[in-house]
């Protein structure tokens, strides 16, 4: 179970750019002297550190192990492309190096240059890894003398965001020792950020109690246990499957404001369909609805807790995806209402607590392989589905524009295949992982989802 995430860019050269472009453009990242201090790290272990893994930095960093050159075989089609990742995806980053590759390929018939990235997800997220591309890029195409994305420097300097709650994952443990201290040896302020700190902790048991109520009755809520077993929850290989397509997000809007659901309702929507279709092209479908765990932001509340100070909490949802309706529109009400459901149910509690109640959620899909209990107990949820926002205008480095990107993210043990979405200049793009033995004829679903949009629309009366 590889635990990098990466990322596949499409660039188009500029109009100046000569027959040596693309070997010049991977010259120019493999002769980096600096590199960022992210890029140096790498997780080191001894009897000094007690077992534990910490970080390290390579003083010896070897930038061509890191930054490599490939072309595609003719005829240089997309599916090369996606084969080629597949396979870059599936190599595990050795724990001795700093743990990324970035690698520029040709060969494109139609002239366009791919980067793929890939980085250990214990460095990045998907969203600080959104950031961290649109940092290193530029919405001014005349720009030149950028450098690689990886060089100390390159990504502009923003300004320092506020500290958030969900920087405390452990709250319950900082509430205690916080408790423990004698309040009356502190300022006020710091009195009244102790006391709702531990209110935090002790509303945990309540919200335990109320989350886990909700996944008994089959309603949404931060864990889920109702969730039928399918070909996608079992024991998988490392060797990966990918595919990648994107829609325009017009099209997307068009059927959210037509229906009076969001953006991210429809692309639940694409993707339940795709499901139905999928699985019952395979005889594989369950009788019961699917269940996805998908990623949520959530305004932090605003009295109550000492998390008032940051700005979002980050959840998760167990979501329905009416799998189980053969109709378009059918299915879309009822992922919105699980949505909004989900949410509701999220909105009672602090920022905190929803880090806890999340993580519990997540938990079974961890503890359940390492037990070797696939196929014996009945899995939390059945994929992983994501949307992750992007850089709304066109963005470029070093004049090539950035033409199409799409994530590349981790199928778990257990957990198949993991569709990671991410929007970018107008468009939407899906990237999908899957296990290469597990989840067969990967790129159909493309043609799926592209077949459930065009549904959608007829559903909600979109031209």
Same mark, same amino acid.
């Given at each position: 179970?590889?635990?990098? #995430?990466?990322?596949?860019?499409?660039?188009?050269?500029?109009?100046? $750019?000569?027959?040596?472009?693309?070997?010049?453009?991977?010259?120019?990242?493999?002769?980096?002297?600096?590199? =960022?201090?992210?890029f140096?790290?790498?997780?080191?272990?001894?009897?000094?550190?007690?077992?534990?893994?910490?970080?390290?930095?390579?003083?010896?960093?070897?930038?061509?192990?890191?930054?490599?050159? +490939?072309?595609?075989?003719?005829?240089?089609?997309?599916?090369?492309?996606?084969?080629? @990742?597949?396979?870059?995806?599936?190599?595990?980053?050795?724990?001795e190096?700093?743990?990324?590759?970035?690698?520029?390929?040709?060969?494109?018939?139609?002239?366009? #240059?791919?980067?793929?990235?890939?980085?250990?997800?214990?460095?990045?997220?998907?969203?600080?890894?959104?950031?961290?591309?649109?940092?290193?890029?530029?919405?001014?195409?005349?720009?030149?003398?950028?450098?690689?994305?990886?060089?100390?420097?390159?990504?502009?300097?923003?300004?320092?965001?506020?500290?958030?709650?969900?920087?405390?994952?452990?709250?319950?443990?900082?509430?205690?020792?916080?408790?423990?201290?004698?309040? =009356?040896?502190?300022?006020?302020?710091?009195v009244?950020?102790?006391?709702?700190?531990?209110?935090?902790? $002790?509303?945990m048991?309540?919200?335990?109690?109320?989350?886990?109520?909700?996944?008994?009755?089959?309603?949404? +809520?931060?864990?889920?246990?109702?969730?039928?077993?399918? !070909?996608?929850?079992?024991?998988?290989?490392?060797?990966r499957?990918? =595919?990648?397509?994107?829609?325009?997000?017009?099209?997307?809007?068009?059927?959210?404001?037509?229906?009076?659901?969001? !953006?991210?309702?429809? @692309?639940?929507?694409?993707? +339940?369909?795709?499901?139905?279709?999928?699985?019952?092209?395979?005889?594989?479908?369950?009788?019961?609805?699917?269940?996805?765990?998908?990623? !949520?932001?959530?305004?932090?509340?605003?009295?109550?807790?000492?998390? $008032?100070?940051?700005?979002?909490?980050?959840?998760?949802?167990m979501?329905?995806?009416a799998?189980?309706?053969?109709?378009?529109?059918?299915?879309l009400?009822?992922?919105?209402? +699980?949505?909004?459901?989900?949410?509701?149910?999220?909105?009672?509690?602090?920022?905190?607590?929803?880090?806890?109640?999340?993580?519990?959620?997540?938990?079974?899909?961890?503890v359940?392989?390492?037990?070797?209990?696939?196929?014996?107990?009945?899995?939390?949820?059945?994929?992983i589905?994501?949307?992750?926002?992007?850089?709304?205008?066109?963005?470029y480095?070093?004049?090539?524009?950035?033409?199409?990107?799409?994530?590349?993210?981790?199928?778990?043990?257990?957990?198949?295949?993991? !569709?990671?979405?991410?929007?970018?200049?107008?468009?939407?793009?899906?990237?999908?992982?899957?296990?290469?033995?597990?989840?067969?004829?990967?790129?159909?679903?493309?043609?799926?989802?592209?077949?459930?949009?065009?549904?959608?629309?007829?559903?909600?009366?979109?031209?």
């Amino acid at each position: 179970m590889p635990m990098h #995430v990466g990322g596949l860019q499409l660039f188009e050269p500029p109009a100046d $750019a000569g027959p040596e472009y693309v070997r010049e453009m991977f010259e120019s990242m493999r002769d980096t002297e600096r590199i =960022a201090p992210l890029f140096l790290k790498h997780p080191y272990r001894s009897v000094k550190t007690g077992g534990t893994l910490t970080w390290r930095d390579d003083e010896q960093i070897d930038i061509e192990h890191h930054v490599r050159h +490939s072309a595609l075989p003719q005829p240089g089609r997309v599916r090369e492309l996606l084969e080629l @990742v597949g396979r870059l995806h599936s190599t595990r980053l050795a724990w001795e190096r700093p743990l990324w590759e970035t690698h520029v390929i040709e060969g494109l018939a139609d002239g366009r #240059v791919a980067m793929y990235t890939k980085l250990h997800h214990s460095l990045v997220d998907g969203i600080s890894a959104m950031r961290l591309m649109a940092s290193t890029l530029s919405s001014d195409p005349d720009r030149r003398g950028m450098p690689a994305p990886f060089a100390e420097g390159a990504a502009r300097r923003r300004k320092p965001e506020p500290e958030s709650s969900d920087s405390l994952p452990a709250a319950a443990v900082d509430a205690a020792t916080t408790a423990a201290r004698t309040l =009356a040896d502190l300022p006020g302020d710091a009195v009244r950020t102790a006391l709702s700190i531990s209110a935090d902790a $002790a509303g945990m048991p309540l919200a335990l109690v109320k989350t886990l109520r909700k996944g008994l009755k089959n309603e949404t +809520s931060a864990v889920s246990l109702a969730a039928p077993r399918t !070909i996608f929850n079992q024991s998988i290989t490392g060797a990966r499957r990918f =595919a990648a397509q994107d829609w325009p997000i017009e099209r997307i809007r068009g059927v959210g404001k037509a229906t009076g659901t969001t !953006i991210n309702d429809v @692309v639940l929507a694409m993707c +339940s369909g795709a499901m139905r279709t999928y699985l019952t092209e395979l005889d594989a479908l369950p009788e019961q609805s699917m269940v996805s765990m998908v990623p !949520i932001g959530l305004k932090a509340k605003q009295a109550g807790s000492a998390s $008032a100070e940051g700005g979002n909490a980050i959840g998760s949802v167990m979501v329905r995806l009416a799998t189980d309706r053969a109709d378009p529109a059918d299915r879309l009400r009822t992922i919105s209402q +699980s949505m909004k459901d989900g949410k509701e149910a999220l909105s009672s509690m602090t920022p905190a607590q929803i880090v806890a109640m999340s993580a519990i959620g997540m938990a079974p899909s961890i503890v359940v392989p390492m037990l070797r209990m696939q196929g014996i107990v009945r899995p939390p949820y059945n994929l992983i589905i994501s949307n992750v926002p992007g850089p709304r205008v066109p963005h470029y480095w070093n004049g090539a524009q950035l033409v199409g990107s799409y994530p590349v993210s981790i199928p778990i043990n257990g957990m198949a295949l993991n !569709i990671t979405c991410t929007s970018y200049a107008g468009n939407m793009g899906f990237g999908l992982t899957g296990c290469r033995r597990t989840v067969p004829h990967l790129q159909r679903l493309l043609t799926f989802l592209d077949d459930e949009l065009a549904a959608l629309e007829k559903a909600a009366g979109v031209s």
